[in-house]
């Protein structure tokens, strides 16, 4: 008996202790919980200060509102405050410290882009100011983007921790009942243990329940939690102002109340049980309420409990303005480019006259007509190319496909650039094999493509080089290399060489670039069903690769 009760006490003091391990881990989960609820608030008013801050500095720009600077000062202060704040929580987690850290330095970027805007606009000239709003709106989407992302990772670990300390709830009761023979020796002090460990875990429950409720109603954009089926679980005060009047969400389809989200790549989230992102997402109808145009970027996450997804939350980002907005720049863009279009040709024409009447001149007259042509040239060819980049970009650009010998094309192309070439001390050295190559593809898409690669590797190549163009083939694709030995691509400058209006430190030291003949070759190439990619480093130069198919695509008439 005494052996059998000393094994019970053995036994059920090491339950108690696992118990009492557990309870305090539970505990510490809370107290963790609830700084990240400090956090997460903090970085709300973060975002809420910093959108306050801009509107402040557009009103004064605007207005000259002094009201308005004020305000902005006491903000700029606040935010200073909250950064601290925010820092610290993090430094205590030792893994967002880095996270934090950048944050940091996004939003100190952000306060000094809007006091550049307010001291020019205090020196008169409020033109000036325009750019560093814009930078500060792109670093304060920035930021907005990265809080959703601490938000959504904070809200992934305390599912995470939940579930460990569901998992030793279910072990500890099994380790009780196996143990029910013995219980009733020690019933005082293990119903303690049991009181607190389950007061605990209700209380990291209801925390989390609490942090999930208010992420929901205090997001600055509109969010959706469905269940497996589709069905809306519940919505935020941001999505409901969307709605019709007097309609309700719970509990109905999402494909009633949204039938315009894209339908399979959310299915195909919830069957991978991955992320994904759908941008730009035309919505006309909402419930019975149509003749809308929104334009939304959504991002979707599955929720998933034991390998299994419970449910899906979508966040939606309402980006209509932005998008109308850069239609209008678009059109006005478009517009100009036209106007200019017309002047522009019958100059060509004309210096092509004045060529030819001074072509025996040796007083360096024949000469300057060449720079004045292709200077001429630089811009029409800027002109055309901003027409071109509206149709590829709207979509609409019809493809006329024909069966095209693309050794001849290149060699039209090449003979394009000789006074280009002649100027710059240039040659063009064209490698192909000895069959010729064929392809069907767009003789016009084509040109533009190869014309603007080969003027880019002109334009960067020093005096006395040559620019290569190196021409391969397969069953299945044709290859399109253009290499010139110029200044390479600076390693910050990759990521960004595609995108529109945009160009690095040497192509803003360059006369007549625009910074858009890149995004257009791109908008050409994948247009084409192809591909476009390059690389640069000093022992080789810079070479730029398209990849087209041989044989045209249905999804290449787009």
């Given at each position: 008996?005494?052996?059998?009760?000393?094994?019970?006490?053995?036994m059920?003091?090491?339950?108690?202790?696992?118990?009492?391990?557990?309870?305090?881990?539970?505990?510490?989960?809370?107290?963790?919980?609830?700084?990240?609820?400090?956090?997460?608030?903090?970085?709300?008013?973060?975002?809420?200060?910093?959108?306050?801050?801009?509107?402040?500095?557009?009103?004064?720009?605007?207005?000259?509102?002094?009201?308005?600077?004020?305000?902005?000062?006491?903000?700029?202060?606040?935010?200073?405050?909250?950064?601290?704040?925010?820092?610290?929580?993090?430094?205590?987690?030792?893994?967002?410290?880095?996270?934090?850290?950048?944050?940091?330095?996004?939003?100190?970027?952000?306060?000094?882009?809007?006091?550049?805007?307010?001291?020019?606009?205090?020196?008169?000239?409020?033109?000036?100011?325009?750019?560093?709003?814009?930078?500060?709106?792109q670093?304060?989407?920035?930021?907005?983007?990265?809080?959703?992302?601490?938000?959504?990772?904070?809200r992934?670990?305390?599912?995470?921790?939940?579930?460990?300390?569901?998992?030793?709830?279910?072990?500890?009761?099994?380790?009780?009942?196996?143990?029910?023979?013995?219980?009733?020796?020690?019933?005082?002090?293990?119903?303690?243990?049991?009181?607190?460990?389950?007061?605990?875990?209700?209380k990291?429950?209801?925390?989390?329940?609490?942090?999930?409720?208010?992420?929901?109603?205090?997001?600055?954009?509109?969010?959706?939690?469905?269940?497996?089926?589709?069905?809306?679980?519940?919505?935020?005060?941001?999505?409901?102002?969307?709605?019709?009047?007097?309609?309700?969400?719970?509990?109905?389809?999402?494909?009633?109340?949204?039938?315009?989200l894209?339908?399979?790549?959310?299915?195909?989230?919830?069957?991978?049980?991955?992320?994904?992102?759908i941008?730009?997402?035309?919505?006309?109808?909402?419930?019975?309420?149509?003749?809308?145009?929104s334009?939304?970027?959504?991002?979707?996450?599955?929720?998933?409990?034991?390998?299994?997804?419970?449910?899906?939350?979508?966040?939606?980002?309402?980006?209509?303005?932005?998008?109308?907005?850069?239609?209008?720049?678009?059109?006005?863009?478009?517009?100009?480019?036209?106007?200019?279009?017309?002047?522009?040709?019958?100059?060509?024409?004309?210096?092509?006259?004045?060529?030819?009447k001074?072509?025996?001149?040796?007083?360096?007259?024949?000469?300057?007509?060449?720079?004045?042509?292709?200077?001429?040239?630089?811009?029409?060819?800027?002109v055309?190319?901003?027409?071109?980049?509206?149709?590829?970009?709207?979509?609409?650009?019809?493809?006329?496909?024909?069966?095209?010998?693309?050794?001849?094309?290149?060699?039209?192309?090449?003979?394009?650039?000789?006074?280009?070439?002649?100027?710059?001390?240039?040659t063009?050295?064209?490698?192909?094999?000895?069959?010729?190559?064929?392809?069907?593809?767009?003789?016009?898409?084509?040109?533009?493509?190869?014309?603007?690669?080969?003027?880019?590797?002109?334009?960067?190549?020093?005096?006395?080089?040559?620019?290569?163009?190196?021409?391969?083939?397969?069953?299945?694709?044709?290859?399109?290399?253009?290499?010139?030995?110029?200044?390479?691509?600076?390693e910050?400058?990759?990521?960004?060489?595609?995108?529109?209006?945009?160009?690095?430190?040497?192509?803003?030291?360059?006369?007549?670039?625009?910074?858009?003949?890149?995004?257009?070759?791109?908008?050409?190439?994948?247009?084409?069903?192809?591909?476009?990619?390059?690389?640069?480093?000093?022992?080789s130069?810079?070479?730029?690769t398209?990849?087209?198919?041989?044989?045209?695509?249905?999804?290449?008439?787009?």
């Amino acid at each position: 008996m005494s052996i059998t009760v000393i094994v019970a006490f053995v036994m059920v003091a090491g339950a108690a202790i696992s118990a009492y391990n557990y309870s305090s881990r539970a505990i510490q989960t809370g107290e963790d919980i609830e700084k990240s609820q400090e956090l997460l608030g903090g970085l709300e008013s973060i975002l809420s200060i910093m959108t306050d801050m801009k509107a402040q500095a557009d009103t004064f720009i605007n207005t000259g509102d002094q009201s308005a600077q004020a305000r902005y000062a006491k903000d700029k202060a606040s935010l200073g405050k909250y950064i601290k704040f925010v820092k610290l929580k993090g430094d205590e987690e030792g893994w967002r410290r880095w996270h934090f850290a950048y944050l940091e330095q996004l939003a100190e970027r952000f306060q000094n882009s809007l006091d550049i805007a307010l001291l020019d606009r205090k020196n008169g000239k409020p033109g000036s100011a325009a750019p560093d709003l814009d930078k500060a709106q792109q670093l304060m989407e920035m930021i907005r983007g990265r809080l959703i992302i601490s938000d959504v990772d904070e809200r992934s670990q305390l599912r995470d921790r939940l579930r460990d300390y569901k998992h030793h709830a279910e072990q500890t009761s099994i380790m009780f009942l196996s143990l029910g023979g013995f219980i009733f020796l020690f019933v005082v002090p293990l119903t303690l243990i049991v009181q607190r460990y389950i007061g605990a875990t209700q209380k990291a429950m209801l925390v989390e329940q609490q942090v999930s409720r208010e992420i929901v109603q205090h997001a600055p954009i509109g969010i959706l939690q469905l269940n497996a089926d589709f069905t809306i679980k519940d919505i935020n005060p941001v999505f409901a102002e969307y709605l019709p009047e007097g309609a309700s969400a719970l509990g109905k389809s999402v494909w009633d109340l949204l039938p315009e989200l894209p339908k399979q790549e959310l299915t195909e989230t919830v069957t991978a049980g991955k992320p994904s992102t759908i941008p730009g997402v035309l919505i006309t109808r909402i419930a019975d309420k149509t003749g809308l145009e929104s334009y939304w970027d959504i991002a979707a996450w599955p929720m998933l409990e034991a390998d299994k997804v419970r449910s899906l939350i979508i966040l939606i980002e309402d980006i209509s303005d932005k998008t109308i907005l850069s239609r209008q720049k678009e059109v006005l863009q478009q517009t100009i480019a036209h106007d200019l279009k017309s002047p522009l040709i019958a100059s060509n024409y004309l210096i092509q006259a004045m060529l030819k009447k001074h072509s025996a001149a040796k007083n360096g007259d024949h000469e300057l007509l060449l720079r004045l042509q292709d200077s001429n040239q630089d811009a029409l060819t800027m002109v055309k190319n901003m027409l071109e980049i509206s149709k590829y970009r709207q979509g609409y650009h019809l493809l006329s496909l024909q069966s095209i010998e693309l050794d001849h094309l290149i060699l039209e192309i090449t003979k394009n650039f000789e006074s280009r070439c002649q100027l710059s001390e240039v040659t063009i050295d064209v490698q192909k094999p000895a069959e010729p190559i064929c392809l069907e593809s767009d003789s016009n898409a084509l040109r533009h493509l190869i014309g603007n690669l080969v003027e880019n590797a002109i334009k960067f190549s020093p005096t006395k080089s040559t620019v290569t163009i190196k021409l391969k083939n397969d069953d299945q694709n044709v290859t399109i290399d253009v290499n010139n030995t110029g200044p390479t691509i600076h390693e910050d400058d990759k990521e960004k060489l595609f995108t529109p209006f945009w160009q690095g430190e040497i192509g803003q030291q360059s006369a007549g670039g625009t910074g858009i003949g890149l995004y257009l070759c791109q908008q050409i190439a994948h247009t084409l069903g192809g591909s476009i990619t390059f690389t640069s480093d000093e022992k080789s130069g810079t070479t730029f690769t398209v990849v087209l198919p041989c044989t045209s695509k249905e999804n290449a008439t787009a």
